[in-house]
């Protein structure tokens, strides 16, 4: 009798330690207080704005990512008018979206081939070292320090490039690279960009979250990366401005993305258009790339898909996520024009993500590229006229 107890003490106390655990790591980040802060939560599905408590939006999230459907939600509270005033700037539709022709053929059938999915492979493994990238966790502020400095090495030999980390009112900050355009067309901005954030939405709030993100969204970031490398390397040189951009703080309710969106809108800056890669190296539904037709911008949709077609050479489809399920939604709802091409459908994408099993060893590079060919075409062929 007293064996059997010894032997089963041990396993009796295990939930309590790791309970006592849990609560002290969670108090790390996010506090009672902010664990019970009201926030406004737009689910994005035409039912008005509800006000519900941080950790509330939380378990929405993830009770839509185990039911294996991507239902989040928009979280405005700090950003309630980002889509109250029109955008008169907006000016994506003088570029015909729809029928603009190719011009680019001669640069890209020489650049496509530079890029590099060892470059992605790289970059998804150090970033994906990174414990977690949570917004308020010192790792999350190192890992956009990171990215930050894999762009300054990039562009350490040009002084049309700058790389700025973007302030946020939350530890983590965005990440911003500019390689600014020559000419009549320089204050016109196109942008490639991805979330840089990451969560382990069964312990969030949680110093000690194990939240490796390599899908979501090491893959994006990396591919941002490699974008940025070889059209610097490649000697490219824009007339309208270009910006590589990795977002602070998109799992908790795309709050980065707002921000700077809102602050572009207020300075009335001209977006012609804008990419959003957030996972991009997990072949869910084949050899596909599929374009979500939600939030996003159906003339640019188009013209990347006959980019798809004329430089990537890899078939697509369409889907719709069915809510603001990234940062384009932000671009979108502040009146530019945004696209998100995705890695899978809704109904195959990667179930591991936001666990500690999003790693890379799930993850194609091969098919990876994929997302990098078509990101370096968007950039370019909307670049020049
Ligand atoms: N990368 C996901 C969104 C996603 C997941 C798109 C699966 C398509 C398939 C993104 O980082 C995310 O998790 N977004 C949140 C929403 C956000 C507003 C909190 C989500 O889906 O819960
Ligand atoms: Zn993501």
Redesign the pocket.
């Known amino acids: 009798m007293i064996r059997i107890f010894a032997i089963l003490t041990p396993f009796l106390f295990i939930p309590l330690l790791a309970s006592a655990q849990h609560q002290h790591d969670f108090a790390g980040l996010e506090t009672p207080e902010t664990m019970s802060a009201m926030r406004l939560i737009d689910r994005g599905d035409g039912s008005a704005p509800r006000w519900m408590t941080f950790a509330d939006a939380m378990k929405l ?1 993830e009770k ?2 185990a039911e294996g459907r ?6 405005i509270t700090d950003f309630q008018d980002l889509d109250q005033e029109p955008m008169p700037m907006v000016e994506y539709f003088k570029l015909n979206l729809g029928d603009r022709p190719l011009k680019q053929q001669a640069y890209l059938s020489r650049a496509i081939n530079e890029l590099d999915s060892q470059q992605l492979f790289k970059t998804v493994s150090e970033m994906s070292a990174f414990k977690n990238r949570y917004y308020k966790s010192d790792l999350g502020v190192q890992a956009a320090i990171y990215i930050s400095d894999r762009f300054k090495a990039i562009a350490k030999n040009r002084t049309d490039i700058e790389v700025n980390l973007f302030k946020h009112n939350w530890p983590q900050p965005s990440v911003v690279a500019v390689m600014k355009g020559q000419g009549p067309h320089a204050n016109e901005i196109v942008i490639l960009g991805g ?1 840089e954030d990451s969560i382990n939405q069964s312990a969030f709030g949680s110093n000690n979250m194990t939240a490796p993100g390599a899908d ?2 090491a893959s994006g970031t990396a591919t941002v990366i490699e974008v940025f490398r070889e059209i610097v390397e490649s000697g490219f040189k824009p007339d309208r401005t270009l910006m590589f951009m990795t977002y602070a703080a ?5 709050y980065g993305s707002q921000d700077i969106a809102k602050k572009f809108k207020e300075q009335g800056k001209t977006v012609v258009g804008v990419m959003q890669l ?2 991009t190296a997990f072949p869910g539904a084949g050899d596909q790339i599929v374009f979500m037709t939600d939030f996003t911008n159906p003339n640019l949709t188009q013209f990347a898909q006959k980019l798809v077609d004329s430089y990537v050479k890899v078939k697509w489809s369409t889907d719709k ?1 069915g809510y ?3 940062d384009h939604a932000s671009w979108t709802k502040a009146g530019y024009a945004a696209i998100m091409p ?1 890695e899978a459908t ?1 109904k195959n ?2 179930k591991d ?2 666990t500690v099993r999003d790693v890379i060893q799930k993850l194609d590079f091969k098919f990876g590229l994929h997302f990098a060919k078509l990101g370096l075409a968007f950039l370019t062929e909307l670049a020049k006229d």
């Open positions: 999230s839509s990512h991507c239902a989040g939600f928009m979280d979330h979501d969204n998109e799992e908790v309710g795309l957030d996972m996520c603001a399920c990234s995705f809704m994408d990667n993500i936001h």
